[in-house]
Nanobody, 127 residues
């Protein structure tokens, strides 16, 4: 089955850390740009981070820059989002997506334009 599967979402205290994983099955990620999005109830989708197939110069939204790190391990066919210093405004369902569009345009794509889109993983920040 061709799909992206996110994991790692959990309940964490403010200031804590989580690592999300985005694993591909049925295809290889190495030629794809991968991005992370989040969507909180009642809010618009937000592009959080993006990494292109060469893993050069990742992009981060201002809201997470300096706290989140996106990385990829092509040998494991997986992309990660390390989230540090989590804040009360970070809780959302986090989704990963894959496409061959470069990061400069990737986060602007409509959902149905992506080659692959995962089912999401819930991140909750609460004391």
């Amino acid at each position: 089955q061709v799909q992206l599967v996110e994991s790692g979402g959990d309940l964490v205290q403010p200031g804590g850390s989580l690592r999300l994983s985005c694993a591909a099955s049925g295809f290889t990620l190495d030629s794809y740009t991968i991005g992370w999005f989040r969507r909180a109830p009642g809010k618009e989708r937000e592009g959080v981070a993006c990494i292109d197939s060469s893993a050069g110069s990742p992009y981060y939204a201002d809201s997470v820059s300096g706290r989140f790190i996106i990385s990829r391990d092509n040998a494991k066919n997986t992309v990660y989002l390390q989230m540090n210093s989590l804040k009360p405004e970070d809780p959302s369902v986090y989704y990963c997506a894959a496409d061959q569009t470069p990061c400069s345009h990737f986060l602007l794509l409509d959902r149905d334009e992506f080659a692959y889109w995962g089912q999401g993983t819930q991140v909750t920040v609460s004391s």
